[in-house]
């Protein structure tokens, strides 16, 4: 009776589909973090008024010089591979990014860039290989790994004319001029050398193969640096004490041999107005730099700077070093050590991966994910980039507010005798009143304001705020380190740790024994447990007992009564527990691979195969696994429908939803199995409707419901959300469960399985849902779009049990039942994400608040996105429309309404009495 | 003029001939009234068939965009756009011609919407609406409120009505009240005669002759006065 009540009282109160977020809530209740990715050094173009990116993560950014924000970004993973790209200064206002294409590695895309606004110039696809070298004098000249050389018009993109390369010659570059086209190729029986080619014509200047190296293995090609010459220079492997250096800007290339003062590990060049300057990292890792006159077809040595440990990078011009609080700038080639100027840079204490430097600016890059941004003038930046490679996320509740009365003085006060008692209670009530001004500050703030947010909290604190909306998101990324961000802070960074576990990589991150410490799991095996408070190191180890070639692959958490134990799964098949004792009884668990699922019991320190289950041909591959979050709640067994009949759920906690796609036959497929037994609960199968195989099947577990999707082309395309309810029995009263905990092992029926499919307009990339923190709020299904953006679906609008065809009947609308309509998130209000472009976001986690109404949303992937849903209405907070002068106006209105009528009540009783009225 | 139609048709198959793998189009920026729109960088240009994808970018015009060997088959092109709206078209590419059509979400894929003409023009619907505006507080707005209107018309007549009748002449206040109880028995029902305090007395004037009622309630005016 007590489930019926509460569910129809739900049912009716949140009646509303739609709802959208308030104007007055963007930007308030959300952040955004949009990242570009890592930088490396030959994909930067760093010039006095711009920074230009093609990052590791495919996003093409340009980045204000001023701040460091994107001024614009496209997020290129369908047309660019980082790998094989190159981007180059098309002109003073346009960038050029030549790369390989994803999909077809002999496709080379090449597109012209307006610098300031992101918008196309052009664009062209040039068949014949990936780009291997490309060089601008006023057109466009592209050497592709097919041994094709073209040049393209530098305003339309559209080909002038193509040179192929003869037989038996390799490409290595290409170097253009206004003179020549210099094509250097490498002959397997010659050498490394060169044609020429006539600009105009596309033809070789001479028959001749210039060949400047003997040695075929000549390698570690590298292009000058700057505008000036165009100097190239190459290595033989094992030898590393000459390097070999041609100038091809004089009118017969010269070759030259120079011998750096000691042995080299690394080089880099830059051209100068009067030759060329050589930085070079020698093997003890000190850096110099050598510089060379050019004149008359001749190389000679004029100056070298001491080898120093500091990083050094030639910009045009100058020479930057860059030391631990700082980074000077040097004249190149004066005699004078006197730097021209010195900026203060607070740097990560990360060491330093690249150094790349413009006339005025330097970026530092760091191995911890950070670029530093300097230029002459003393104006600096950071770019935290770690937070785009996001391994593992954990959002953590932070401490209660209020008064901090530990467990020993309650005890204390509730044990002592009465006058010790009440001593140290009226002590602790003293001491509590120097925070009296502070709090009636905050009372009237909130009186006044009628808003909790306006109250201010301490962003350097580690208490949660009243409704517990502030929490810290601590995210391991592949670059070895630790970020916690401030939920209320728009995702200020409350604590960071770089290289947690040394000479390892982040598989995971969970909740450790207390509720402030986390553990933080290596591939090799190293452990950290950490505050995730404060972000301190309290312990490092590692898992002695991990064997030869054997890395951890997942950490898997089990609860036994109520106590957690923290387990790393291996890729040989073990199990090493964390936190030193291993569950009694035995614990149940299984690992997906490409096409199976294999159940394991873990018992007596042996883990046991239990069940396999194998996928129906060989064709499938699994795109997704999902299982419900053990820490989401139940309310109701039952779901009561209008004629006051329960149908009784299917909570079965041990539902794995598996979902598959058969490439071969473009078809997907669903199966629910149960986790302990391996028992196949439920299976479908989308055979006739050309899958998109390559986007897979996205698949969440709910209460008693199962939600996936997949785009496919048949009937209609598009993208196909189904949505499973699960019943204990399609007879309406009828339980079989009859209130025992669920168990996986007693003969049960098969679950009773309504489903119903919807169509939604965009690509679906992945999907979660809503937990609240006591489980009465429904559901809310989040997924990320390819739409770089992040939608919401009510778990009620994608409900099986919507009638089709028809209305609802009296009793179906009191269920909240609408009509059935194949169209779903239409709607733009159903986009959480709004205005942001929240690109390349590829899994959500929600986290309850304290309030039961509200749910936090953190999407990552490249990205972040964080806010906060309250998918039943915000029932249990006053709204922020509610109007306290419009109830003082109703109050005072009644008031006058009793002064007026009072006195003529009185009177009329009176008459009445004196019997001079009826 | 005749001739001028064939050169006219002959250029037009020529440029579809030349551009059958090569698609173009405009966003069109057009606004019956007010500036015309723009279109942000971030928009992208999505060709989808099922066996193939192109995307592209707005130009540097801010409006065109051209797709680059587009292979045949039949395509959706949609916008992802922030800002706008976007109806979703689907591109024919065949050997020598290209068809565009309006294409409706939820439609089966072989049902064509109208002929859309080529080069591909897209109008945006509208901008996207993403927001949720709260209804503030307007007094002017509550008193547009129907029942509001008529609690207060009623709150003025228990006050009015008294007086008036009080300055009605005896004769003509008799014809009325006869005319009153022949057509509503019950003085309850008659909002005109309901005394408020009377009934906030605790003693409602009842099934009682409307007449004494609002006698009574006179006098007691008058006696005031």
Known sequence: ?918 | MFRWNIIVTALFILVQTVSAYSLRGFLDSTVSNGPPLTFSPDTEIILRSAEAKYNTYVRADGQSFVFLNVSEGAYALSIKSAEHIFPTLRVDVAETDVEVFVSHPGNEWSFKGPRQPYPIELRPFGPAVYYQYREGFNILKLFKNPMLMISLLTLGMVFVLPKIMDSLDPEQLKEIQQEQAKTVPSALANPMNFDVASYLAGKSSGPSASGSSVKAAGSARSRKS
Request: proline letters at 4%; charged letters at 20%; hydrophobic letters at 40%.
């Open chain 1, 1 to 918: 009776m007590h489930v019926r009540a509460l569910s129809l009282l739900l049912t009716l109160v949140f009646a509303t589909l739609v709802r959208g977020l308030f104007a007055d809530e963007a930007f308030v209740v959300d952040w955004h973090v949009a990242s570009i990715g890592s930088i490396d050094r030959s994909r930067a173009i760093l010039s006095p008024d711009s920074v230009a990116v093609f990052s590791e993560s495919s996003v093409l950014a340009s980045l204000d010089p001023g701040n460091g924000t994107v001024r614009w970004r496209h997020f290129l993973r369908e047309s660019a591979v980082p790998r094989h790209s190159h981007l180059t200064r098309l002109d003073s206002s346009a960038i050029l990014l030549a790369a390989a294409t994803p999909a077809d590695a002999g496709v080379t895309h090449i597109a012209a860039w307006v610098e300031d606004t992101g918008y196309l110039v052009w664009e062209t696809y040039l068949a014949g290989g990936a780009p291997v070298g490309v060089s601008v004098a006023g057109d466009v000249y592209i050497m592709q790994s097919g041994g094709k050389v073209r040049r393209l018009s530098h305003s339309t993109g559209s080909e002038v004319w193509e040179y192929s390369l003869p037989e038996g010659h390799s490409p290595v570059d290409v170097v253009a001029s206004k003179r020549n086209v210099l094509v250097i190729t490498r002959k397997q029986d010659k050498g490394l050398g060169y044609f020429t080619l006539n600009t105009e014509s596309g033809e070789l200047a001479s028959d001749s193969f210039v060949v400047v190296d003997k040695n075929p293995a000549a390698v570690s090609f590298l292009k000058s640096e700057g505008y000036v010459a165009d100097v190239i220079a190459w290595t033989v492997p094992g030898q590393t004490s000459t390097i070999t250096i041609a100038n091809l800007s004089d009118a017969t290339p010269s070759v030259h041999t120079i011998t750096p003062k000691h042995q080299y590990a690394s080089f880099s060049l830059t051209s100068t107005s009067t030759g060329i300057v050589v930085t070079i990292t020698g093997l003890d890792g000190k850096s110099w730099t050598e510089s060379y006159s050019s004149s008359r077809g001749k190389l000679t040595l004029v100056g070298a700077t001491d080898p120093t440990e500091s990083a050094i990078a030639v910009g045009d011009g100058r020479l930057f070093e860059v030391s631990k609080g700082s980074i000077s700038s040097f004249t190149l080639g004066s005699a004078d050590a006197k730097a021209e100027s010195i900026t203060e840079v607070s740097f990560p204490s990360s060491p330093i991966e690249f150094v790349t430097c413009s006339s005025s600016a330097c970026i530092v890059g760091h191995k911890n994910g950070e670029y530093v941004f300097a230029s002459i003038t003393g104006h600096t930046w950071t770019r935290d980039e770690s937070v785009a490679n996001v391994v593992s996320v954990f959002l953590m509740e932070l401490e209660e507010e209020g008064e901090r009365i530990s467990l020993g003085e309650v005890l204390f006060e509730e044990n002592a005798a009465p006058l010790q008692a009440y001593i140290h209670r009226v002590k602790r009530h003293w001491n509590a009143l120097a925070s009296l001004p502070q709090y009636l500050i905050g009372f009237f703030h909130r009186f006044l304001s009628g808003d909790y947010d306006a109250v201010p909290i301490d962003t350097n604190s580690t208490v949660s705020d009243t409704f517990g909306f502030r929490k810290f998101i601590v995210l391991a990324t592949t670059k070895g380190g630790l970020r916690a961000l401030d939920t209320a802070h728009g995702g200020a960074l409350a604590w960071k740790v770089d290289d947690i576990l040394p000479s390892d990589v982040i598989v995971g991150i969970v909740p450790g024994d207390a509720k402030d410490k986390l553990y933080v799991v290596g591939a090799f095996g190293g452990v950290a447990h950490v505050n995730g408070m404060t972000g301190k190191i309290i312990t490092t180890s590692k898992i002695a007992e991990i064997g030869l070639g054997d890395k951890v692959e997942s950490v898997i958490t089990f609860n036994d009564d109520g106590v957690q134990y923290i387990a790393a799964w291996t890729a040989h098949g073990r199990l090493h527990f964390l936190s030193g004792s291993t569950p009694s009884k035995p614990v149940y668990f299984s690992k997906a691979t490409e096409d199976a699922i294999a159940g394991y019991i873990y018992k007596e320190d042996q883990i046991i195969p239990t069940w396999k289950f194998t996928l129906p041909t060989s064709s499938y591959r699994i795109t997704s696994v999902a299982s419900r979050d053990p820490d989401d709640k139940t309310v109701s067994v039952g779901r009561v429908l209008g004629d006051r009949s329960v149908l009784y759920k299917y909570l079965n906690p041990h539902i794995l939803a598996v979902a598959a796609v058969d490439d071969a036959t473009k078809s997907a497929a669903l199966f629910l199995i149960d986790d302990v037994t391996g028992r196949l609960l439920y299976s479908s199968f989308h055979d006739d409707e050309v899958v998109d195989t390559a986007a897979g099947v996205k698949v969440v577990v709910g209460e008693h419901w199962v939600v996936y999707s997949y785009w496919s082309e048949l009937a209609t395309r598009g993208e196909k959300l189904v949505v499973l309810d699960l019943y204990e029995s399609d007879i309406r009263n009828v339980r079989w469960s009859e209130g025992r905990n669920f168990s996986s092992f007693t003969e049960t029926p098969l679950p009773f399985v309504q489903g119903q499919a919807y169509l939604f307009p965009e690509h679906i990339t992945s999907l979660a849902v809503s937990r609240s923190r006591f489980g009465i709020t429904s559901r809310d299904v989040i997924a990320t779009l390819d739409t770089a953006q992040v939608a919401v679906l009510p778990k009620r609008l994608l409900d099986a049990r919507r009638p089709v065809n028809r209305d609802p009947t009296n009793e179906e609308k009191e269920e909240g039942l609408v009509k059935y309509d194949p169209l779903s998130g239409n709607d733009k209000r159903f986009i959480l994400s709004h205005v942001y472009n929240v690109i390349g976001t590829e899994k959500t986690v929600c986290s309850p608040a304290n309030l039961e109404s509200t749910v936090l949303v953190f999407s990552y992937g490249l990205d972040l996105f964080f806010t906060r849903i309250t998918p039943s209405q915000p029932f249990d907070l006053l709204s922020k429309s509610f109007n306290k002068g419009q109830l003082l106006l109703t109050i005072f209105a009644l008031l006058v309404g009793v002064r007026f009528t009072g006195p003529m009540v009185r009177r009329k009783q009176l008459n009445i009495r004196w019997g001079t009225q009826k």
